[in-house]
Structures are given as C-alpha cells and as structure tokens.
C-alpha cells in the first residue's frame, strides 16, 4: 500500500490513499498462466479399461489352498500348523505341479503385521503359484452384485 505523507519541510501536498494494485495484478496473471498450462497435463492419461469392483462370495472348491496368518504369524495350511517358510515353499511346489494348478486363498487377521502376509506371498511366488487371493469380510451393509 502506498501513501504519501506531508513532507518534513512544510509543503502540504494531499494524502494519496489509493492502493497500489499492480503487484497483485501481475501474481494474478503468473497463476493463470500456469493454471492454462497444467490443465492438459493432468487431464491427459493413457486409456485404460480399470477392473470393475466385484464383491463375489468365495467359491469353496477341494482343490483351494486355504492359508491363514494369524495375528502372531503363524502360518495354517487348512488347519495344520506350518512351521516355517521353507516347509510351506516345499509344500506349495507339490501343489503347484498338479494341473490344473490349485488357487491359493490366504486369510490374514485384521491385527497381523503385513510381512507375515507378504511371505505367504513370496513363497506362492518361490513355488510357481499363478493364483492367489485374499479372502476378506465385507463391509457392514455391503450387497453382492
């Protein structure tokens, strides 16, 4: 804001109160322009067909490999305790020379760690799985489609 005051040598010149609004004009100008180039850029993208969101029942069948990570852990092949890691890649490359190839649906308590999660994951890697899910609850209220 500028304004001019008496000067100290008596010369009794009037108040100038007006606002200097050059500064905001040119801040004003800069952000605009640099709205009209962004724009193309964020509203361009590669086309892609995304996945529908699906929430299906889990279909059961005797060939699944049901694997669940307690909130410890601990890994259970069905209801069998597997000691380690290398015990459930041993038992997985068994399962995974079968044809068809079974599925591998893993069950991971709300609590546990994600790493216990992820090495189930890489030993299905490790062992030549193709398929592996992960079985959830759905939301409250939410409907099948």
Request: proline share 7%; charged share 25%.
């Amino acid at each position: 804001m500028a304004m001019k005051l008496a000067s100290a040598d008596g010369d009794e010149d009037e108040m100038n109160s007006t606002i200097n609004t050059t500064p905001l004009v040119d801040v004003m100008l800069v952000l605009l322009i640099i709205f009209l180039i962004t724009i193309p850029v964020v509203t361009q993208s590669i086309q892609l067909e995304l996945p529908k969101e699906r929430n299906l029942p889990t279909q059961t069948r005797p060939e699944n490999i049901v694997i669940a990570v307690n909130r410890d852990g601990e890994m259970h092949w069905g209801m069998e305790h597997v000691a380690d890691i290398d015990t459930l890649v041993a038992r997985l490359k068994l399962e995974a020379a079968k044809e068809p190839q079974p599925e591998v649906h893993i069950r991971g308590d709300a609590e546990v760690r994600y790493e216990s999660v992820g090495r189930v994951v890489m030993a299905c890697q490790r062992a030549g799985i193709h398929k592996v899910g992960f079985i959830t609850e759905p939301p409250p209220g939410a409907v099948a489609r």
